[in-house]
């Protein structure tokens, strides 16, 4: 039985490295920040120079320091939301594809009804009604996330599952648990982790979206999504509390996307098909 390797091309190397890079700004930087993120340290607004290489923010606290500061909670809650997203809504694609009773058309329409709702709207209230916790927010966005992925992978299930080898255990008698853990669920790994890119793209496009809107981490928290916001009005004064990370930003969902696609290529998996669900 054929698993995926992770072997890429020419651009799914450059988005390596640039996935890799923000990677280790976020896991390091802390380490090499110049001064305290919180604090400030000098006229808010000031421009860069020798003590501030990126220059101060709208409160006068190093740009530099709080950017280095601010790509954690990114990476971190998008990865936690996005797998959450993945366990919720891998089990009831494969639950739906699989049945082949009422349980199939039960589940897609609810589905159906949850994606009818816009993934930024959907979120915001439920920020906005919950509070605005990282546990909130990273619930959120699985929630958005689960009726896609729930589709996509019950696509995968139903191709599968009519195969021999699925139609000959289901003749020796094995459980249903059994044949979807040993014969569906590694013949659909290439197909669902071609998609994790883009659904990780969208978690760190969402949860920034939040936190740019003011309804997701609050001050004085480290975050590239917050800086942007906090940041807008002094635009005029200091380019670079705004630019340095939404550069970040982009340097990440452009790298992952590039792998995606590099992945895909790879494994012979339609970019439509990929997207159709999203």
Do not use: K
């Amino acid at each position: 039985m054929r698993r995926p390797r992770l072997v890429f091309d020419g651009s799914g190397w450059v988005g390596f490295a640039l996935v890799a890079s923000v990677v280790l700004v976020a896991a390091f930087g802390p380490l090499l920040a110049p001064h305290s993120p919180t604090a400030p340290i000098g006229v808010p607004g000031a421009g860069p120079s020798a003590s501030a290489p990126l220059g101060l923010d709208f409160l006068g606290r190093d740009v530099l320091s709080r950017l280095l500061y601010g790509g954690r909670s990114v990476l971190l809650m998008g990865l936690a939301a996005t797998s959450l997203g993945y366990a919720v809504g891998g089990a009831i694609g494969m639950i739906a594809g699989y049945s082949r009773s009422l349980l199939d058309p039960v589940l897609m329409r609810a589905i159906d009804v949850l994606m009818s709702f816009p993934a930024l709207l959907l979120l915001l209230v439920l920020v906005t009604g919950a509070g605005s916790t990282i546990a909130v927010l990273i619930l959120g966005v699985a929630l958005v996330q689960i009726p896609g992925i729930s589709r996509i992978v019950r696509t995968a299930v139903l191709e599968v599952s009519v195969r021999g080898y699925v139609e000959a255990g289901i003749v020796r008698g094995e459980r249903s648990a059994a044949i979807l853990r040993r014969e569906i669920l590694p013949n659909i790994v290439g197909p669902v982790v071609a998609t994790v890119g883009l659904r990780f793209t969208l978690s760190v496009v969402l949860i920034a979206s939040v936190n740019f809107l003011g309804l997701g981490l609050q001050p004085p928290a480290s975050d590239w999504g917050l800086m942007v916001s906090e940041n807008r009005q002094i635009i005029n004064l200091n380019p670079w509390s705004v630019l340095a990370p939404t550069l970040m930003l982009a340097l990440l969902t452009i790298g992952i996307t590039m792998l995606s696609d590099s992945y895909a290529r790879r494994r012979g998996i339609s970019r439509l098909m990929r997207i159709a669900e999203i």
